[in-house]
């Protein structure tokens, strides 16, 4: 059956690093990839999507990586700031359906 | 920007009564669902809907009705509650192809079942 997993499920890392978070799956060939960030209480808000033919995507602080060989995705928050301290979610999309990880929960420590 | 609400933040209800859970969205978008989210399982689909008055069942749509009689709101019954139904819900809507377009979500329900 397909299978989602993110790395931890908490990570903490010193303010100004960089955060690199990580999504593996096995059983599925997704077109797409997503990435969302949950703050507590609230639902999950989208951050950055990420084609199967795209090897890097980039938006301000963030990175995110697919490569389809190791059936992986990065998610990488470079200069990381207390204000980044999140859930954060990956989600698989393909074959008319979505699929999300269980998220891995991030501290950023002043 | 997109808008998706629902209709409580918190909500508490007793074994066996009927819960109405009300989400409505701002964008014109084709596409709503319904998500249960807890500790240890993620998001889980209960229901979507691609259409008006079309629904489909997600991965644990037991126990679980929806309703979709107006493009902007999407609703999910809970027929007669159970305590294993305590969960937070969300709601979210995505545009365009089936699922494969970004979605937005509500900022959830968190249903107690006393």
């Known amino acids: 059956s397909q299978k989602i997993e993110q790395n931890s499920e908490a990570l903490n890392i010193q303010e100004g690093k960089t955060a690199t978070l990580t999504c593996n799956y096995t059983?599925?060939?997704?077109?797409?990839l997503q990435w969302y960030r949950q703050d507590p209480g609230r639902g999950p808000v989208f951050l950055l999507l990420i084609r199967e033919n795209e090897k890097e995507k980039r938006k301000e602080r963030l990175k995110v990586t697919f490569d389809t060989t190791l059936k992986q995705s990065l998610f990488h928050i470079t200069a990381s700031q207390p204000a980044d301290s999140a859930t954060y979610l990956c989600a698989l999309v393909g074959d008319d359906k979505i699929i999300f990880g269980k998220g891995t929960r991030l501290h950023i420590l002043p | 920007d997109v808008k998706v609400t629902q209709s409580s933040r918190y909500l508490v209800k007793r074994t066996g009564e009927k819960v109405f859970l009300e989400c409505v969205q701002d964008?014109?978008?084709?596409?709503m669902f319904w998500y249960r989210q807890d500790p240890g399982l993620g998001l889980r689909l209960i229901y979507f809907?691609?259409?008006?008055?079309?629904?489909e069942k997600g991965d644990i749509p037991e126990g679980y009705s929806v309703s979709r009689e107006k493009k902007e709101r999407f609703s999910l019954i809970l027929e007669s509650a159970s305590t294993n139904q305590t969960s937070m819900y969300l709601c979210?809507?995505?545009?365009?192809?089936?699922?494969?377009?970004?979605?937005?979500f509500g900022p959830g329900t968190r249903l107690t079942v006393l």
């Open positions: 964008m014109d978008h084709e596409n």
């Open positions: 059983n599925y060939s997704p077109a797409y």
């Open positions: 809907s691609y259409d008006v008055k079309m629904k």
């Open positions: 979210a809507s995505s545009a365009l192809n089936r699922v494969t377009d970004t979605q937005y």
